[in-house]
């Protein structure tokens, strides 16, 4: 729902079947991303050293780490150095923008090669864009950031394209040696249109979305933890719905997250690894349908994963970034968006607020008198990964100071939930001293959770287990029943839809289905082949089904394999050991059963782009691939 439906809400405005507006809103919507059609170009000129078919490149390039410069990772064109390339645009909407930056990746930075490169775009014949660009190990690091164009009137990296019909990229040699991996990034054709601003109300309420990023669901009051640690979800929970037996799409950010802002199973929307990890513009996210219906958007993330280098702005018009911010300025931005919407008039708006605390383990110092034992900060978290590590390998640890530290960590992870427990509080007491709460829907799930050797690991993404991927999910607000524990499974990726629902942009809500399958995947996943003696990384898909069973799978992958391993939850409802010699007629049904949902989800993927090495070494850093 687009541009039509912005019509068409317009008219029904006018015509009194519709609220009146309180104003207008722009937004912003990517109608193609040329990016990945490198077919469409004509090579005009080929790269030195390269064959014409040779020329147009998809990769992924970052000139370098830095996160206070613009040098975020953008699926490019890599041209190489004395290209020509042309294409046509087609028919583009009216207003139509190009979004484009020209640069190099950080190898062109590493080597022994310098010189200089120009970067060339051309609309209809008529240059619009050029730079100039040195590449070498002495280029300072100001100057590495992406190139983009600066044109009077239009938004900062856009070309007008006013109906142009061609498109010609040039890259060549001012003077130098090498060939430096040369680029054009994103490409993309920009619109922005006017919607209706329309009021909050309660059919029509103001959403507030958090993700409490690896929260774990026996942590919470209400889901049966005895510690106090959220007593901010408890009342909400009481005031509203909560489902028992919430489920991730993923043990990781990535996938889940991008299941939670588009209603799709991962094998769906695609956002699966660093191999593919940018969340494709043709989908239609939750915050697009809200801007379509009327709302005011903004999302404030925490997590470095989450954010617009990686497509996950889309349909927010306000995308506020930082890296492991504690709860209490993540929420404190947040609500000083929602009170200057407050004070701008009574439009309705959706807030998107993706906390990290737990993923951190690093509580605000207010909060680490909940720590058991000297509060050891990142040290302590290394020193137990390293002890798991040799211990997994066989080697002889100190097996107290193991179990001491992992209490430690344990107690350390414990106050960061009730840290950002204490932030969504502060969302609360915004909206409510706003006098809001009667038109304001709030929602509260996790991404995924944490393991701590509940089955032999730690950290997250590398397994299918219920510490890893239960969520606690609650809703509350105008039309959501009160005091209502739902205890039938659901799969938390159904916010989307009940988010749509309870706004009034969607018929209902899906009702809870006992019987029916959950899905999860991780490209992460850690097994071990039996009578190997070390675990190596794998693809692991797992479905749970009415009959009590968890069924993990990991595909056969070149020379390695297919694994299975099939627990009966009945008897053993933690899943510590698998069915030693299960029916291998019901293995392979369940394996046919995953491998359905799998081609069911390839049908409908739109194409995507890998992070290339710059988010391969970012997620290094954070531990994804320990």
């Known amino acids: 729902m687009h541009r039509l439906a912005a019509l068409l809400l317009l008219g029904a405005v006018a015509c009194g079947g519709a609220p009146e507006p309180v104003g207008t809103l722009t937004v912003e919507r990517v109608q193609r991303s040329l990016v990945l059609a490198p077919e469409a170009a004509r090579v005009l000129r080929s790269a030195a050293g390269r064959a014409a078919e040779d020329t147009v490149r998809v990769d992924t390039l970052a000139p370098s780490k830095r996160r206070d410069l613009d040098t975020s990772p953008l699926p490019c064109w890599e041209l190489g150095v004395g290209s020509e390339v042309e294409l046509d645009l087609g028919a583009l909407p009216p207003g139509a923008s190009l979004r484009l930056a ?34 070498g190990p002495g280029v300072p690091a100001d100057d ?92 909400l929970a009481a005031r509203g719905t909560s489902f028992r037996s919430a489920w991730t799409a993923s043990p990781w950010t990535w996938p889940s997250t991008a299941s939670l802002l588009t209603g799709l199973g991962p094998q769906e929307h695609g956002v699966l690894s660093y191999e593919s990890c940018y969340l494709a513009q043709s989908l239609v996210t939750l915050g697009e349908h809200l801007q379509d219906g009327g709302w005011a958007t903004a ?148 991404d995924h959770g944490e393991e701590f050797l509940d089955h032999g690991l730690l950290y997250h993404g590398s397994q299918l287990h219920e510490e890893l991927v239960r969520a606690p999910l609650i809703l509350a607000g105008p039309s959501i029943p009160a005091g209502v ?83 009966d939850l009945a008897a053993d409802p933690q899943a510590a050991e698998p069915v030693p010699q299960p029916d291998p007629e019901r293995v392979a049904a369940l394996q046919d059963l995953l491998a359905r949902w799998i081609q069911a989800g390839l049908e409908v993927r739109p194409e995507g782009v890998g992070g290339g090495a710059a988010t391969r070494s970012a997620l290094d850093a954070m531990g994804y691939t320990r």
């Open 144 to 235: 590495r950031a992406w190139s983009r164009p600066r044109v009077e009137g239009a938004a900062l990296g856009e070309l007008p394209l006013a109906g142009a019909r061609t498109l010609r990229l040039v890259t060549e040699a001012a003077d130098g040696s090498g060939q430096p991996p040369a680029a054009f990034g994103l490409l993309e054709v920009v619109t922005r249109e006017e919607r209706a601003h329309l009021p909050a109300a309660p059919d029509a309420p103001n959403v507030v979305l958090v993700v409490i990023d690896t929260l774990r669901a026996d942590r919470v009051g209400h889901l049966g933890h005895p510690g106090g640690l959220t007593p901010r979800l408890d009342a």
């Open 102 to 135: 020209a640069g190099f990746g950080s190898e062109a930075y590493a080597g022994e090669a310098r010189g200089r490169v120009r970067f060339r775009a051309a609309l209809d014949g008529r240059e619009c864009f050029l730079a100039e660009k040195a590449y």
């Open 299 to 446: 999302a404030f993330s925490s997590n470095p994963l989450v954010q617009p280098d990686k497509q996950f702005d889309q349909g927010f018009g306000t995308f506020r970034s930082y890296a492991w911010a504690h709860g209490a300025e993540v929420a404190g931005d947040a609500a000083a968006w929602i009170e200057a919407q407050a004070a701008a008039g009574a439009g309705r708006w959706f807030a998107y607020v993706h906390l990290t605390d737990p993923h951190e383990y690093v509580p605000s110092p207010e909060f680490r008198d909940r720590v058991q034992g000297e509060y050891l900060g990142p040290a302590g978290r290394d020193e137990l990964y390293g002890l798991v590590a040799k211990r997994l390998q066989g080697l002889a640890v100190d097996e107290a100071r193991l179990a001491a530290l992992l209490a430690n960590q344990e107690s350390a992870y414990d106050a960061t939930v009730a840290e950002a427990d204490a932030a969504v509080g502060l969302l609360l007491d915004a909206v409510s001293g706003l006098g809001l709460t009667d038109r304001t829907l709030f929602v509260v799930t996790s």
């Open 485 to 567: 524990a739902v205890a039938e499974p659901v799969e938390n990726r159904t916010t989307f839809d009940r988010i749509l629902a309870a706004t009034g942009l969607a018929e209902e809500a899906p009702a809870p289905a006992p019987g029916a399958p959950r899905f999860f995947t991780t490209s992460l996943g850690v097994v071990r082949m039996p009578g190997a003696p070390t675990s190596v990384n794998r693809e692991v898909h797992g479905v749970r089904t009415g009959r009590s069973e968890l069924f993990l799978w990991a595909p056969e992958r070149g020379d390695e394999p297919a694994w299975t391993a099939l627990y």
